[in-house]
């Protein structure tokens, strides 16, 4: 075993089913009173029972700020500080996926003020100190210990809603996560003991969400490897599959979870003659791989039924170029040295959608 060093991040867990009703608890317990709601405008009946629970422990929310969006756009930061101003609140309290995440991580690091979670995709915002920011179309990320919510309540009753097709494209972005963690340049056994029970419990829920989205015992496996996956995107270092997803994204604004879910086997099989162990190891958490990981994570996107290719989502063939140079820009630490014309054909064929080998 190599040497290594391990920092656990603090933060609280509530996990199980109906755990929204210990939000006043713990809301008390941090001797707070007046908390400001994020959602987004989608997500707003589940801020409003919220307020309802709230309510029934006589706590009055400051108020409900219920525009956040995508990417965190600086422009929607602003506006909610300025809601912030109005309606002054003790804490923030995000119900969502990252969008929302993303939004509580922009408010506490500039106010301070404390940051419970609700988390209702499989994203893993909630258990990082990383938040991502866009202005004027490029994205930028950065970490700081005070960014970590502080608590973080899983509750699955709350991701029951999630659609069929966002819940298998978010659950393989908490795999990307994992997928990344196995290979950082500060990875250790202990977080690859989480990237491995997390990516199992995912490949091996989300397929039967796909067909029975209310099953419970399943979304309850999902939320479990969402939450451990997330704790690996919070405790190491992402390479090129997260540089190229944030280069995508961040820069011809494509959808989050479904961006990560085209990439990720193409940037695994970009960096798999440098990582031979850890695709052994990956290869061992995915049904029907036969001992080969890429092959095993295109069985499993097969069977989630979702979209392989980004022009699906608007990206045009003209942005190729523009996304290679932004890729090999600023780059992040990756066990494969980056070579121009292989990340360019590596984003070509996930711009195509031709299947990764
Ligand atoms: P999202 O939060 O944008 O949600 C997508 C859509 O699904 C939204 O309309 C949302 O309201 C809706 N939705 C969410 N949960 C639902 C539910 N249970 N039922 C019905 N609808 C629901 O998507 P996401 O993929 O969770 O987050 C993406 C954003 O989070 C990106 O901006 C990404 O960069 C960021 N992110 C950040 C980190 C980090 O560590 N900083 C980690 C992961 C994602």
Known sequence: MNPFEYNANPGRV???PGSIQK???????????????LSTPQQVSQAEALADILGGASIKPAGTYTNATMHTPSQITEEAMEYLQQ???DCVVSIGGGSTIGLGKAISI????????????????EMTPILGETQDGRKTTRSDPKILPGTVIYDVELTMTLPPALSATSGVNAIAHAVESLYASNTNPVIRMFALEGTGALAKSLPVIVNSPSDKDAR????????????????????LHHKL???????????HAETH???????????????????????????????DAIHGLNVLLGKLKVKRALKDFGMKEEDIDKATDIAMSAQYPNPRKLEKEKIRELIRRCWAGEPAK
């Open 220 to 239: 309850t496996q999902a939320q479990y490897g969402a939450w451990l996956c997330g704790v690996t995107l919070g405790s190491s270092a992402m390479a």
């Open 87 to 89: 309606n002054a609140a």
């Open 14 to 16: 509530v996990f199980g």
């Open 261 to 291: 879910t085209i990439v990720l086997p193409h940037a695994l099989s970009f960096n798999a003659p440098a990582i031979p162990n850890q695709m052994a190891d990956l290869a061992t958490t995915l049904p029907e791989s036969d001992g």
């Open 110 to 125: 500039r106010t301070g003020l404390p940051h419970i979670c609700i988390p209702t995709t499989y994203a893993g915002s």
């Open 23 to 37: 939000l006043p608890a713990e809301i008390q317990r941090l001797g707070l009173k007046s908390p400001l709601l």
């Open 245 to 255: 997803c944030h280069t995508l994204g961040g820069s011809f604004n494509l959808p």
